[in-house]
């Protein structure tokens, strides 16, 4: 397809043109613990088909883990809690 007939479907679907995503600014080390946290959510399947959640807390400086909450679902109430 040419790039006019793109923009022109781009067009009439009202669709907004995709943009190359830059380079962000790269992240600063933590420099003591407790300076950054990290939270990861994780999700496995059982054998019996049910699926379980992992709620991970880590400490960037440490790298450590600060908490995991296991569960089948873990809502957002849940992970104030953990926090």
């Not at 613990?33 to 399947?45: F, Y």
């Amino acid at each position: 397809m040419s790039l006019r007939r793109i923009y022109r479907l781009y067009r009439q679907e009202a669709l907004a043109v995709r943009r190359r995503i830059q380079p962000g600014v790269p992240m600063i080390a933590p420099t003591r613990m407790n300076d950054r946290w990290s939270l990861d959510v994780l999700l496995d399947t059982l054998e019996e088909d049910r699926r379980v959640r992992l709620l991970a807390v880590a400490d960037g400086f440490a790298r450590a883990c600060l908490a995991i909450e296991v569960d089948t679902s873990i809502g957002s109430q849940r992970v104030v809690e953990v926090f």
